[in-house]
């Protein structure tokens, strides 16, 4: 079982069961997973993403090596971020990078973002994007995110391609239907995460609305109970073949392909 | 119970066979005695967000995801029309007729709960003899509609809920980024249950804010944490079991805007013993709802 929506270190609001990283590995593998693709709490909310990234990837490699795969952040409005992305594919050699429009303060509008895409499509890396990290009615009242917008993202996808864009936290309260998850649900390289899926047979119309081979396991944990997701799965109507692809299976195929 | 249970752990089993794709994973069995060892009952459930055009077939499709996961019995309330912040008496009327229609086609599956528009006191007091006193219902709630729950007006609907031994869930929110108009909160149910020591509360989803409103609640104990209708945030379960105790913190889903799932896992997932899982889980729920059962013989 692969989660691809797992972050490390401490979300600043609350301490959270699993967010040192030692014990973070020992729940994840007692819970069944076998690979977790680790971004970084400490992501959203600093600027020295480099350093960021640079511990995240330690991490990584002293407490689950195999096991735990960094996904890096770049903030396409921080100066030199081209610098972020090289070296997160070219040091660290993580697979992809994982975005946070709304913390960062960008839309999916602006041209950075493009750019971002780009070069992450000749790099041939994963890009995630977090379109929210926590439901906005219950975040700290000093600093409310609202979720990112999805729709821009729709109009520039014919650009890329070949490019692999896993949309996490997507299929939340409310966010199911907001404007241009039509149109992303449509769109051939927009992979799904479960982990803010929601209503009953919620995992079911989300397959059925985009492709069994674009939905994949991801729980955010440690923020979410990660029995939430699994739960989703065990008591979904997909097929033995279908539930294999989510949990694995279509994790397997966008790394493979990179 | 048994056969359903036996179709769920069947169900388990085979999805779960079916999932052990990777070395290291937990063995099927493992997982399906994990998962069905609890009764599940279910204070919060809504025939909302779902597809079918009459109760019975709304019911049908809460009952099928019930078997998925092992869920025992509901209490159903309102939801099924367009959510109206001041519903009519005839609204009202027909919401509740809506519940106990999908009851009455599954009654070892669901128990009604009684809707009403509290700033209508007359009606609601009506609306509780029809399905309470003299109908199928035994609980009232999800209250969420007309005024703030710490109003007077609500004084007659407890004493009379008092007077049947019927509990009573009271939605409540405190929301980050400002409450809705006339949203009650975890500390409006305070005053209200502070004025009805004798009455027996459930705070709707802890008010969102868990971390606010179990705090709110804490030396009330007349009101339980009720956990449906939030994002499954670990600690939720936690806190609420270490700061009340167990025995006030009361599963619910909110379904079907939410799913079985999400709030089934802050129990399953929780860092708590296996006793306080099953108070959580369906043993508090059914202590609340014994007296009212008792009186109108019906099972537990």
Known sequence: MIDTNVHLFRYPFRRLFGDDPPELVVQLRKKGVTQAWAGSFEAPFCRDVSGVNDRLAAACRE??????IPFGCVNPK????????????????????RLYPNYHGYSLEDSAFAKL??????????????????????QFPLMLVPPASPGPLSKLLPQFPSL?????????????????????????NVYWDIAMNEGVGGLDRLVAATSPSRVVFGSHYPFFYLESALLKVQSSDLTPGQVQAVLEGNANSLLKNL | MTVNRRRFVKGMVA???????????????????????YRIWDAHSHLEAL????????????VRHMDKLGVERLMLSQGFGQYEYHPTPEQVRIENDRVMEAVRHFPDRAYGSLYLSPGDVESSLKEFDRCIRDGP??????????????????DPLVERAISLNVPILQHTWTVSNGDGPGESTPLDLVELARRHPRGQFICGHT?????????????TKNICAEIAGSDPTSGFTEMAVRELGAERVVYGSDVGGRSFASQIAKVLGAEISDKEKELILGGNLRRLLQPVLKTKGLPT
Not at chain 1, 63 to 68: D, R
Not at chain 1, 78 to 97: K, V
Not at chain 2, 18 to 33: F, H, N
Not at chain 2, 137 to 154: F, H, K, Q, W, Y
Request: charged fraction near 25%; aromatic fraction near 4%.
């Open chain 1, 63 to 68: 407490h689950g090596a195999g096991f735990l």
């Open chain 1, 78 to 97: 921080s100066p030199d971020w081209e610098e972020d992305l090289r070296r997160c594919h070219e040091e660290h050699r993580m697979p992809g990078i």
């Open chain 1, 117 to 138: 895409l780009s070069l992450a499509e000749s790099r041939k890396l994963i890009v995630q994007i977090a379109r929210s990290i926590e439901d906005i009615r219950t």
């Open chain 1, 164 to 188: 692999k864009i896993v949309l996490l936290n997507g299929g939340g309260w409310a966010g199911e239907d907001a404007p241009g998850m039509k149109e992303l649900r449509n769109a051939g």
């Open chain 2, 15 to 37: 999805g779960l066979l079916a999932a052990r794709v990777s070395a290291g994973a937990q063995e099927p069995t493992q997982l399906s005695q994990r998962y069905t060892r």
């Open chain 2, 51 to 62: 597809q079918g055009t009459t109760p019975l077939e709304r019911m049908e499709i809460l």
């Open chain 2, 137 to 154: 219902m035994v609980m009232i709630g999800e209250l969420e509609t007309d005024i703030r729950c710490n109003s007077p007006a609500l």
């Open chain 2, 207 to 219: 008010g969102g804010n868990w971390e606010l409103g179990i705090r709110a609640i804490r030396e």
